[in-house]
């Protein structure tokens, strides 16, 4: 149905062994590449060799910063077989995240079908250890060379996909996360919705200041009262207070996280109370003086689940479920890996196998 030419490689890489992958340093032999052209739309699909990209310095991506990506993964199941989880769902957000960002949308379709074939391609990228997976970065630049402030003229959406170790090598250890009072990473009628890199680019200095203080991560509050909880790093965060699991609110600067959208389906097929709604971090304070703080966790696509085990907020430390990993967070975890590396039934409809 869709074009897509395939130039492969006569010049395959030799595959790193799992143990030294860690994540993002190692690239398949292919990608896909699209591009756009003001008056002729998204053309040109193709998968090519992984391969440098060659740009005029006045390209505005390097200028205005208009860009957007996406996140995901491919993972071998038990019986062998490349899997896909909720891959749509991704070029979905992408095709919002466009939107923000005055990108033209891409056809969804033609994304999942050249996104399968480059799978398919580089299947044997695809590493088998336990935990590891091949992560999949789509991404679109603005490549008109201009310095003109406009939306450009012309774009690129390019697929590159890297190897990754297991996040949790040594078991699921809970983080330390500091509660940033200064810096914001999104505001209401801002980008924080879209995934774009200038989120990342502004949010690189409260990550600093965090770390240097031996924080793994920074807690975002909103950007107008400093009050209300928005994220994690570059996760969604959920509470469970007195038994009710509560997310805050897509409120136009959160991310719409693919894994948030699943945990909350788990939970409710579970039985288990949850909400979304404004949660502000004085109520995190007062349930966790009067003991009903129970789990604290962040959701997104690298780690899946990362417990928070002590949360740090104007100089007061609270230690979580005494920094261990708690039941609701396991659970979660091997539900989603479960459905993930195919141990367990997906009865969501989930997953695409390859
Ligand atoms: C990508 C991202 C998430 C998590 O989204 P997933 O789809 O679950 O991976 C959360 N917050 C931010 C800021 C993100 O960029």
Redesign the pocket.
Known sequence: MFDIKTELTTNPKEKPASEVLGFGHYFSDHMFVLDYTEGIGWHDARIVPYQPITLDPSAMIFHYGQSVF???KAYVTVDKQALLFRPE??FR?LNRSNERLCIPTIDEELALEGLKQLVSVDREWIPSAPGTSLYIRPFIIATEPNLGVHPSKKYQFIIIMSPSGSYYKEGINPVKIMVEEQFV??VKGGT?EA?TGG??AS?LKGQEIASREGYAQTLWLDGKGNKNIE??????IFFKINGTVVTPALNGS?????????MLHVLKSKGVPVEERNISIDEVVEAYNNGTLEEVF?????AVISPVGELKYLGDKMIINEGKIGEISQMLYETLTGIQYGFIEDTFGWTIRL
Do not use: C, F, H, W
């Open positions: 996406e996140g995901l769902q991704n957000r990473r999104a924080g995934k989120n990342y949010a994220e994690v790093g570059s996760m969604n959160i991310l719409p996280g693919i894994t948030r959208d699943s962040g959701t997104g696509t690298a």
